[in-house]
């Protein structure tokens, strides 16, 4: 089988539900940007003004995304015949920069698109940002905080004041005379269900978030007038809640707290806040893992709809409004982050030696056998690794050659196993979920490719979370990627590199090995986690890019001046009043990025 551009788009994940419209591969192998019936070559954009790099942010995808969960809502609340309505607010936590809020407020404002706010400075923003929508007050608030909503209570629609503390309450009994009849009050309620996610324990009974039951009490009976004031109930699982067996949990708990306390002590309730939690796919796979769901957006919102529209009725309840507040699926997509390849080094060495071992694996008859040396190869090396001390030049030379010797000719026979009886397959698989030392080898980078960016400043999540953002080579999408590489950044610390790749191939797909170090790119049918990049070999002087998809969330509020390197090239593509597409250029900072 020839390699084809269907084998990129495959094995780079172009093909889910969401990044098959946002993102392409043209004719010529180049990675392209897909809006309004356009295609934009990623490596252009940056050719065109000899960037070393730049995050390219797409506004009209926030509008695409902003309509498509709009829509799912709006589908949804029709075919349940749900009578709760649909009230979105963004979380400026996730990004505040004024590009986004601008294009949020300008594509939202048909759905009556609010803000949600969690510090002074972000309530400050919100009201540089007024909009008709609902106004979420949230986080810990002190007097200063509260004081400023009710000056400016007028500005917004409606605006409720979430209480997550005793101590809130009483700051805003201080303040209650003030409120006016535009300002309500919230309960962030601790949950008992501990959702399923890297950020698990910001949930369950030993959050710091939300207020126990007891406190409940103790507030009501301290400021009973706040009892008319409160209409809506906030719930707060954890980011990125990743199967729809939680979902369906954390929902029906929502209803259920909502409707014993609407009907028992708080008959003024009308919304409840989901909270964050809706899970952005970032590999593209649907897989359940901890950067992809496996569920889809229709299916978040027809399981809250469904179990809300039941739950009511069981209890002989209106159907409460539905306060969304998920900021990530809005703006992930709209950023990609682009870096230029500067060099290109071997991971381990260049060097050969002869070892008694090739000759060995080069008569190995099946994968269960080349498995078995692959062990004892790997016994030798780290038996070698041992014996640094007091180690001369030329006995560093053999043991460097040594290395490489044995991962070329193991790699290179696996491939040649598997090209000449693909049965083999099956024992390349069992090796890789046994975790035999063969997967190890299989897996693992030929090359470093150095890129001229800062894993610190533009993908800080990586850094602090270990965040997966899908890898996409911007040309020679029409060729075999040539080798796997680890990437490293321009900076001086061990964290700047980039060398885990998930690999989700589907059934069928034949050509799992690299061109030029036989190096695995993966299982069709299974998730593979490779610890190398699928990259191709740039020829000559040939300019080469990697783009990063999906960093618009939390990135740009959380980057780093790490070795000084900050403030990255941008590419604006927006559209203007006819809706045609215009680009525009935004670089200060070509003194940090010399390369």
Not at 102 to 130: D, F, M, V
Request: proline share 5%.
């Amino acid at each position: 089988m020839v390699w084809g551009i269907e084998n990129s788009r495959e094995l780079y994940g172009l093909k889910g539900v969401l990044n098959s419209q946002l993102f392409d591969i043209n004719e010529k192998g180049q990675l392209v940007i897909r809006i309004k019936n356009k295609e934009i070559p990623v490596a252009e954009l940056l050719e065109k003004h000899d960037l070393p790099g730049a995050n390219i942010r797409v506004l009209p995808w926030i509008g695409l995304m902003i309509d498509y969960i709009a829509g799912l809502f709006i589908e949804y609340i029709k075919n349940y015949g749900y009578r709760g309505s649909f009230k979105p607010v963004y979380p400026l936590k996730v990004n505040h920069n004024d590009m986004v809020l601008t294009s949020i407020k300008r594509y939202g404002e048909k759905y009556g698109w609010g803000w949600e706010a969690g510090t002074l400075p972000e309530i400050q923003k919100a009201l540089s940002y007024r909009t008709r929508g609902l106004f979420v007050v949230d986080g810990v608030k002190d007097l200063k905080g509260l004081e400023k909503v009710v000056m400016n209570k007028e500005a917004f629609g409606e605006a409720i004041i979430d209480i997550e503390s005793i101590k809130e309450a009483k700051l805003l009994d201080k303040i209650r005379e003030k409120l006016g009849e535009k300002i309500r009050v919230g309960l962030r309620i601790r949950p008992m269900f501990r959702g399923e996610s890297i950020w698990s324990s910001s949930s369950g009974l030993t959050s710091k978030f939300g207020l126990p039951l007891s406190s409940i009490y103790k507030i009501l009976d301290e400021q009973p007038w706040i009892r008319d004031r409160i209409v809506m109930l906030h719930f707060h699982y954890g980011s990125q809640i990743v199967t729809k067996k939680a979902l369906e949990k954390m929902f029906t708990e929502m209803i259920n707290t909502y409707a014993v306390l609407k009907s028992e002590l708080l008959p003024g309730l009308k919304y409840i806040d989901t909270g964050g939690g809706l899970a952005f796919d970032y590999e593209s796979s649907c897989s359940g893992s901890a950067y992809s769901p496996d569920y889809t957006f229709k299916e978040y919102v027809e399981t809250m709809i469904n179990i809300f529209k039941e739950k009511s009725k069981e209890y002989g309840i209106e159907e409460p409004d539905i306060v969304f507040e998920s900021g990530r699926a809005i703006v992930a997509p709209h950023r990609i982050s682009v870096a230029k390849v500067v060099d290109i080094r071997p991971y381990i060495s260049d060097l050969t030696t002869d070892v008694e071992l090739v000759d060995k694996i080069r008569s190995a008859k099946t994968i269960k056998e080349l498995s078995d040396i692959a062990r004892e190869s790997e016994n030798i090396i780290n038996r070698l690794l041992s014996y640094t001390d007091n180690i001369d030049l030329k006995r560093r030379e053999i043991l460097e050659g040594l290395i490489e010797t044995l991962y070329r000719e193991i790699t290179r026979k696996a491939k040649d196993l598997y090209l000449e009886n693909k049965e083999a397959l099956s024992q390349l698989e069992e090796n890789i979920r046994m975790g035999r030392p063969l997967y190890k080898f299989l897996v693992s980078p030929s090359k470093r490719f150095v890129l001229s960016f800062s894993i610190f400043s533009i993908l800080p999540d990586y850094v602090i979370l270990n965040q997966y953002f899908q890898p996409v080579p911007c040309t020679k999408l029409d060729k075999k990627p040539d080798v796997l590489a680890a990437i490293s950044d321009i900076t001086c610390d061990s964290m700047g590199e980039i060398s885990e790749y998930i690999s989700s191939l589907p059934k069928g797909f034949t050509e799992i090995f690299t061109e030029k170090d036989n190096r695995l790119l993966g299982i069709p049918g299974k998730r593979v986690i490779l610890r190398g990049i699928p990259l191709h070999l740039p020829s000559g002087d040939e300019e080469y890019y990697v783009a990063f998809l999906h960093t618009g969330a939390y990135q740009d509020p959380l980057s780093m001046s790490h070795n000084m390197i900050n403030n990255y090239p941008e590419i604006i593509i927006d559209e203007d009043d006819k809706g045609d597409i215009i680009i525009s250029y935004k670089d200060s900072s070509r003194d940090d990025y010399p390369l």
